[in-house]
Nanobody, 115 residues
Framework: QVRLVESGGGLVQPGGSLRLSCAAS????????MGWYRQAPGKQREMVAA???????NYADSVKGRFTISRDNAKNTVYLQMNSLKPEDTAVYYC?????????WGQGTQVTVSS
């Protein structure tokens, strides 16, 4: 059973930065594709960024150039560095692990961008 625990969310002003972390346990972390998703009130959950076991990354168009996903396999942790935050980035951010049909989710962490 894969367990994912997110941290690092909070309240930040527009233009500010946050770094989210997701610690994984119960699995061989390095072989999984890891991703960050978000869900704003009244909207569907959407992919924000993903990183494969080989380090290839993929980003939603709305965050390209502002967000960076990375992973530290020695620490079983994936990160999401978020810069130049906008009010429309406000959402619950979820960590995801994927290996074939095996998908797991964290409990989510709230990010609020507001002045």
């Amino acid at each position: 059973q894969v367990r994912l625990v997110e941290s690092g969310g909070g309240l930040v002003q527009p233009g500010g930065s946050l770094r989210l972390s997701c610690a994984a346990s119960g699995t061989i972390f390095s072989i999984y594709t890891m991703g960050w998703y978000r869900q704003a009130p009244g909207k569907q959950r959407e992919m924000v960024a993903a990183i494969t076991s080989g380090g290839s990354t993929n980003y939603a168009d709305s965050v390209k150039g502002r967000f960076t996903i990375s992973r530290d396999n020695a620490k079983n942790t994936v990160y999401l560095q978020m810069n130049s935050l906008k009010p429309e980035d406000t959402a619950v951010y979820y960590c995801n692990s994927r290996l074939g049909l095996n998908t797991n989710w964290g409990q989510g962490t709230q990010v609020t961008v507001s002045s």
